[in-house]
């Protein structure tokens, strides 16, 4: 045992994905005293300027909605009591097939071993116990949630540290919620065509593939004001639709895939802890 306190680290690609997919656990490890550490790896330089205007309509400015973001994820940090925020501040590079993808300093065009080494740096520093972050396909097929995934694996190949490794994803059966929701606040929500409802389907995994469920629900509240704290994406942010207390009932459990022993992935798990699993610090404390 050591002095050292437990630590989690959570790899995004953009200010508010910290809210969205692990605000939750985010929040609640905080109050139980470990040490949370955000590492945020683009400027969010593609997200929506103020009124709304959009990535290459007139009056965009990314280097002021990258400003202005900044702002927003040390407020969203304050919310969940994130006690380190490191920015590796690299480009957005938009969705896919945007003409910022393959802009110069783009995430996306950077050398995955670049990112890692950068990223590498920091856990050597901070020695997380439990590193989170996005499965191969950044969950929807993103771009920088892809990248971010690619410098996080090669990051922890890089040092000697054996933490615990999850991936960020949802099950099908809370997907299918989402969608019966979003139809219930949006009436004139027209019907997906059938390639994209095939590939909505595909999101997410099968109940019985998640190893870990870990119950948030007393911490949806500061979930949903870190959500809210990204005010200038609020039209992006259907979440911030439902109030708190429906917020509570769709979003009380965050869900992830335990990364174990693969060779694939070159993730030694040291802690024997068996799974399905209600704690990402299972068998570390």
């Given amino acids: 045992m050591t002095d050292r306190p437990l630590t989690l680290m959570a790899v995004h690609a953009h200010p508010d994905d910290e809210a969205t997919g692990t605000g939750g656990i985010l929040a609640r490890y905080a109050a139980e005293g470990i040490r949370t550490v955000l590492v945020t790896c683009t400027n969010g330089g593609c997200g929506d300027g103020p009124g709304g205007v959009k990535p290459g309509d007139p009056g965009h400015d990314p280097a002021a909605v990258a400003s202005m973001r900044r702002r927003e994820l040390e407020a969203s940090r304050e919310v969940l009591k994130i006690s380190d925020l490191e920015t590796l501040d690299y480009a957005d590079s938009g969705m896919v097939g945007w003409p910022s993808n393959d802009a110069p300093g783009s995430f996306w065009r950077t050398p995955v071993e670049e990112g890692a080494a950068r990223l590498a740096e920091l856990m050597r520093h901070y020695r997380p116990d439990v590193v989170v972050t996005y499965d191969e396909n950044g969950f929807y097929g993103h771009p920088d ?24 994803t949802m099950p099908r059966s809370m997907m299918q919620r989402f969608g019966e929701t979003l139809r219930e606040f949006q009436e004139d929500m027209p019907e997906p065509d059938p390639a ?64 174990k022993d693969g060779a694939r992935d070159r993730v030694k798990d040291t802690t024997g802890a068996a799974v399905p699993e209600n704690d990402l610090f299972a068998g570390l404390r």
Wanted: aromatic letters at 10%.
């Fill in 145 to 168: 949630h892809i990248q971010a995934h690619r410098i996080t694996m090669a990051a922890l190949e890089m040092t000697a540290l054996t933490p615990k490794v999850y991936w960020t």
């Fill in 196 to 259: 994209e409802a095939a590939a909505m389907a595909e999101i997410g995994l099968p109940d019985d593939e998640i190893t870990t469920w870990v119950d948030t629900t007393a911490f949806s509240g500061q979930k949903f004001d870190a959500l809210a704290a990204h005010a200038s994406q609020g039209e992006n942010i259907f979440f911030l639709k439902m109030g708190k207390e429906r917020f509570a009932e769709l979003m009380g459990v965050e869900t992830f895939v335990r990364v």
